[in-house]
T-cell receptor
């Protein structure tokens, strides 16, 4: 089955620790995205990547980092510099960048930092 | 900057009835795209319907249709013959037709379907 995998579903970390969220897709999509969702809020874009070895900051990139070494993988690292890291994180992919290509979303990871 | 506003935090509808969810947006662009996404309790986002701003005809997908009023910058979603499986959070989203490849989301409307 083609799709997007995010693991784990729930993640707990202590304050001051970096943590990496996994996102893998087997849809052969070129573009991948990371969104953050807070209660009562819509999704906000953290980073996106149009092709391998290239990525751009979204609206709320501070305190986050990404890599895109393989087409199918786009891991997100939440660093200790992120002031409020507790949130629901969604990864998405699309065949190409831009509005003509539907974004497909993964099941998300709930990160709790205490 | 583009903004998307959903003025109804919660809505409810009886099964088999029709409900309309509201969305307004602010933009100075003429080329853009609008979307409605559904987020059920599983929290996985699912595309419901999309509308290209240059198209005058309102998009329709089975029981889901939109009322796109470009001059008023309004993009409402109508769900006909509501089903229990329609219960979810619904997000309106805007996508610029330019080189800024990002979706801007509203805060969502929680739809409850009563049996």
């Amino acid at each position: 089955d083609g799709g997007i995998t995010q693991s784990p579903k729930y993640l707990f970390r202590k304050e001051g620790q970096n943590v990496t969220l996994s996102c893998e897709q087997n849809l052969n999509h070129d573009a991948m995205y990371w969104y953050r969702q807070d209660p009562g809020q819509g999704l906000r874009l953290i980073y996106y990547s149009q092709i391998v070895n290239d990525f751009q900051k979204g609206d709320i990139a501070e305190g986050y980092s990404v890599s895109r070494e393989k087409k199918e993988s786009f891991p997100l690292t939440v660093t200790s510099a992120q002031k409020n890291p507790t949130a629901f994180y969604l990864c998405a992919s699309s065949m190409g960048p831009g509005p003509l290509y539907e974004q497909y979303f993964g099941p998300g990871t709930r990160l709790t930092v205490t | 900057a583009q903004t998307v506003t959903q003025s109804q935090p919660e809505m409810s509808v009886q099964e088999a009835e029709t409900v309309t969810l509201s969305c307004t947006y602010d933009t100075s662009e003429s080329d853009y795209y609008l979307f409605w996404y559904k987020q059920p309790p599983s929290r996985q986002m699912i595309l419901v319907i999309r509308q290209e701003a240059y198209k005058q005809q309102n998009a329709t997908e089975n029981r889901f249709s939109v009322n796109f009023q470009k001059a008023a910058k309004s993009f409402s979603l109508k769900i006909s013959d509501s089903q229990l499986g329609d219960a979810a959070m619904y997000f309106c989203a805007y996508y610029s037709g330019g080189s800024n490849y990002k979706l801007t989301f509203g805060k969502g409307t929680l739809l409850t379907v009563n049996p």
